[in-house]
């Protein structure tokens, strides 16, 4: 079965320390991966993706994440975190095959401590 | 640079009444989907379309249908609305369905 995990619903830094957000998936197809942040009552907006090119993709505001095919994970990183950056975090991907729709993690809750 | 627009941003509507939104992908975008995300969830897929051709299929009540225009502007209209019915739905577009998927910023939508 085609499926994304996200194995932290809530993940609480201090400002300044780094960020790991944590994605696996599980497909038979080669996916593309991509992390959403959404601000309270905003809009999805794209951080990053990754498409087959290189594993360590770089996004905007600081963050990256590493597709690590061994170990079906694509976690999002961050070395410091910024108080702006407290939104919730979805790991998403899109399976290969027949279909083109998108699969969302159950999202990570990032809080940010002064 | 332009994004998904939708409309309308705000909805209020009262039980078993009927609702339309709209969605106006990013110029030269050829496919749009739909989201539905409940209070505290994370977003479900509705359905999308491919060139003016419902290409996939989730979780759309029957009571809900959509289309893709010769212009590729969706529009979802959902009938005999419920109060489960209220949430954030989000379209979103691509151009072909293997690109990046880029989201409108939602339409709130409230059954009272």
């Known amino acids: 079965a085609q499926s994304v995990t996200q194995l932290d619903s809530h993940v609480s830094v201090s400002e300044g320390t780094p960020v790991l957000l944590r994605c696996n998936y599980s497909s038979s197809y080669s996916p593309s991966l991509f992390w959403y942040v959404q601000h309270p009552n905003k809009g999805l907006q794209l951080l990053l993706k990754?498409?087959?090119?290189?594993?360590l993709v770089k996004g905007i505001n600081g963050f990256e994440a590493e597709f690590k095919k061994s170990e079906t994970s694509f976690h999002l990183t961050k070395p410091s975190a910024h108080m702006s950056d407290a939104a919730e975090y979805f790991c998403?991907?899109?399976?290969?095959?027949?279909?083109?729709?998108?699969?969302f993690g159950t999202g990570t809750l990032l809080a940010v401590q002064p | 640079a332009a994004g998904v627009i939708q409309s309308p941003r705000h909805l209020i509507k009262e039980k078993r009444e009927t609702a339309t939104l709209k969605c106006y992908p990013i110029?030269?975008?050829?496919?749009v989907y739909w989201y539905q995300q409940g209070p505290g969830q994370d977003p479900q897929f509705l359905i999308s379309?491919?060139?003016?051709?419902?290409?996939d299929k989730g979780s759309i009540p029957d009571r809900f249908s959509a289309q893709q225009f010769s212009d590729y502007h969706s529009e979802l209209n959902m009938s005999s609305l419920e109060l489960g019915d209220s949430a954030l739905y989000f379209c979103?577009?691509?151009?072909?369905?293997?690109?990046?998927?880029?989201f409108g910023e939602g339409s709130w939508l409230t059954v009272v």
């Open positions: 110029p030269r975008h050829d496919t």
């Open positions: 379309f491919y060139e003016k051709m419902q290409s």
């Open positions: 979103a577009s691509s151009l072909g369905g293997r690109n990046t998927i880029y």
């Open positions: 990754y498409t087959s090119a290189a594993t």
């Open positions: 998403v991907v899109r399976f290969g095959g027949a279909t083109n729709k998108l699969i």
